[in-house]
């Protein structure tokens, strides 16, 4: 039996590779590398917004809120005690044409339900002992599932060619993939994810194993895995972007929508850590202003803190001003912080929303 390239394989989905952030981080001066990369990010920007229609279809469904320590969310910056803040885990349906037709992509699909296995979370709602219901009612409270999000706009399972994620924290992927002989819930799906992502997530060390969901890739058939090598172009308007730091192998989605490029990753956790001298976090306009800092690092894990910074960078770069805020950036977090009575003292200066761009059929 042949096996297929990785070129063969991107091809036969009509996936382009991107050549604009090639050599951009080879530098040894970190300063020069980070103005590289700026450049490279404008200039993708401007081909992206001219060469490229809006996708068919954009939609953000809220999934769960959770838990997250305000040291790794506002890494550094923060001068609020609250030792926890609210951070929204969201779901994006992205329906868009290709070379191949009209696809449909899922990005950051959670299984809410399995994936509460990753230790740290389990080691949370565990901690009340026979009260952990209640508890978790209070701290995890669940909105949507991704079932119910498909069903409420029309789309069907069998629908989805592909799910991603920006990295594979607590996610456990066998539900929509399948694994073994149990069928996925998606039949026709196939993951996207950089290879570097894949590698490390099946070799973790002890810093990243408090994040990852146990056995949440067993079994998963490699046919149904796409691995990347860097930036791709999926289809008209929507791209996937190297954005390491917070993991080895993060990308970021990029999405040409009416209101310009919509830019989603777990790397900041608002859109204040993309504009913190515009922040009203208590602390965080000083902390940047006195350290120079132009972004706030969700940090967690810290894998690579240079290149998440520069990330980061790269993110706000290629999805330009929001037009609702010209403070901020067009940047929506695929877990964003949120306001919660439970933890005061943490509110977002700026936040999205709700968003649907476009129409399903």
Not at 49 to 63: G, P
Not at 248 to 276: A, F, I, K, Q, W
Not at 296 to 316: C, F, H, P, R, W
Request: charged share 20%.
């Amino acid at each position: 039996m042949k096996t297929e390239t990785t070129s063969q394989i991107l091809e036969e989905h009509a996936i382009k590779n991107v050549s604009h952030f090639q050599g951009t981080r080879a530098d040894a001066s970190p300063q020069s590398r980070l103005e590289n990369v700026r450049r490279a990010s404008l200039n993708f920007r401007e081909e992206l917004l001219s060469n490229s229609k809006s996708v068919k279809y954009y939609k953000t469904v809220d999934l769960v809120r959770v838990p997250y320590p305000t040291k790794y969310g506002l890494l550094n910056a923060s001068t609020v005690i609250t030792p926890y803040m609210h951070i929204l885990n969201r779901l994006f349906i992205v329906r868009y044409q290709s070379d191949s037709g009209l696809k449909t992509l899922l990005f950051s699909p959670s299984d809410i339900y399995n994936n509460v296995e990753t230790p740290f979370f389990k080691r949370l709602s565990t901690m009340a002992g026979p009260f952990s219901s209640y508890l978790n009612s209070f701290l995890a409270p669940v909105i949507s599932t991704v079932e119910d999000a498909l069903k409420a706009v029309g789309i069907k399972p069998e629908e989805i060619d592909f799910i991603s994620y920006d990295h594979l924290h607590t996610q456990d992927i066998r539900k929509w993939l399948g694994s073994k002989s149990k069928p996925g819930y998606f039949p026709n799906a196939k993951l996207l994810v950089m290879r570097q992502e894949w590698e490390s997530a099946h070799a973790l060390l002890p810093p990243q194993q408090d994040w990852y969901c146990p056995n949440g890739l067993d079994g998963v058939p490699m046919e149904k895995v796409i691995l990347l090598d860097s930036d791709v172009i999926l289809g008209d308007g929507v791209a996937l972007v190297t954005s390491q730091g917070h993991t080895e192998g993060n990308h970021s989605l990029v999405v040409h929508t009416d209101e310009g490029l919509l830019v989603s990753s777990e790397n900041g956790v608002s859109p204040d850590c993309y504009s913190p001298t515009h922040s009203a976090i208590p602390g965080v306009k000083d902390y940047a202003e006195k350290t120079g800092m132009e972004v706030i690092l969700n940090g967690n894990t810290l894998e690579a803190g240079l290149d998440q910074y520069i990330s980061m960078v790269k993110e706000k770069t290629i999805a330009g001003p929001s037009k609702r805020n010209p403070d901020f950036y067009n940047v929506v977090p695929s877990s964003e912080l949120t306001p919660y009575w439970g933890f005061p003292g943490l509110e977002p200066t700026f936040t999205f929303g709700p968003l649907e761009f476009g129409s399903v059929r």
